[in-house]
T-cell receptor, first 115, second 114 residues
Framework: AQSVTQPDIHITVSEGASLELRCNYS??????LFWYVQSPGQGLQLLLKYFSGDTLVQGIKGFEAEFKRSQSSFNLRKPSVHWSDAAEYFC?????????????FGTGTRLQVTL | NAGVTQTPKFQVLKTGQSMTLQCAQD?????MYWYRQDPGMGLRLIYY???????DKGEVPNGYNVSRLNKREFSLRLESAAPSQTSVYFC?????????????FGSGTQLSVL
């Protein structure tokens, strides 16, 4: 079974500083990897995804993530954080069973941005 | 476009009461999902439906039942609510085939069981 670990429960960064959120996964085959963001009181929104090909993927809102198979990691990065990026971020790994897919989510990292 | 609509947004139940959480989508997606979100545990899959007429258990199905009434609607029922079912529940749909998929989430139902 697949699993995801997000080791950082809470991170605080200053506006304009760079950001890296860590994600490690466990999966027997080639993983499908995702980052979702959740603003307070809202559902989750897809930031970016990796399926195959280029290991550096670009997403919305200036985010990017790099898939490193040797480290089983898929860390999320942003060069310069904006106050509006304060939210909770979830990494997820996907597996397909028949015609449906099932995502396993990490426990999330809450990002606080100070001005 | 409404996307994925969940009702109600908030609900308080007493232990042993029953209720149904409703989810409707207008995106014509085949796959639908119910997740629960608890502090420190992320999102856990309760049930999913690959298409109309089919449902399957996810990671934490005990205490829940689901109905895929038609392509648009996927409901989650708690027959006898327990305090352990206090959580935020999210319905989601999926678009795209393997390699190009995306989940769309509703805004959630906050359920408290006293």
């Amino acid at each position: 079974a697949q699993s995801v670990t997000q080791p950082d429960i809470h991170i605080t960064v200053s506006e304009g500083a760079s950001l890296e959120l860590r994600c490690n996964y466990s999966y027997g085959a080639t993983p499908y990897l995702f980052w979702y963001v959740q603003s307070p009181g809202q559902g989750l929104q897809l930031l970016l995804k990796y399926f195959s090909g280029d290991t550096l993927v670009q997403g919305i809102k200036g985010f990017e993530a790099e898939f490193k198979r040797s480290q089983s990691s898929f860390n999320l990065r942003k060069p310069s954080v904006h106050w509006s990026d304060a939210a909770e971020y979830f990494c997820a790994v996907g597996a397909h069973t028949g015609t449906a897919s099932k995502l396993t989510f990490g426990t999330g990292t809450r990002l606080q941005v100070t001005l | 476009n409404a996307g994925v609509t969940q009702t109600p947004k908030f609900q308080v139940l007493k232990t042993g009461q029953s209720m149904t959480l409703q989810c409707a989508q207008d995106m014509n997606h085949n796959s639908m999902y119910w997740y629960r979100q608890d502090p420190g545990m992320g999102l856990r899959l309760i049930y999913y439906s690959a298409s109309e007429g089919t449902t399957d258990k996810g990671e934490v199905p005990n205490g829940y039942n689901v109905s895929r009434l038609n392509k648009r609607e996927f409901s989650l029922r708690l027959e006898s609510a327990a305090p352990s079912q206090t959580s935020v529940y999210f319905c989601a749909t999926r678009t795209g085939k393997m390699g190009n998929e995306k989940l769309f989430f509703g805004s959630g139902t906050q359920l408290s069981v006293l």
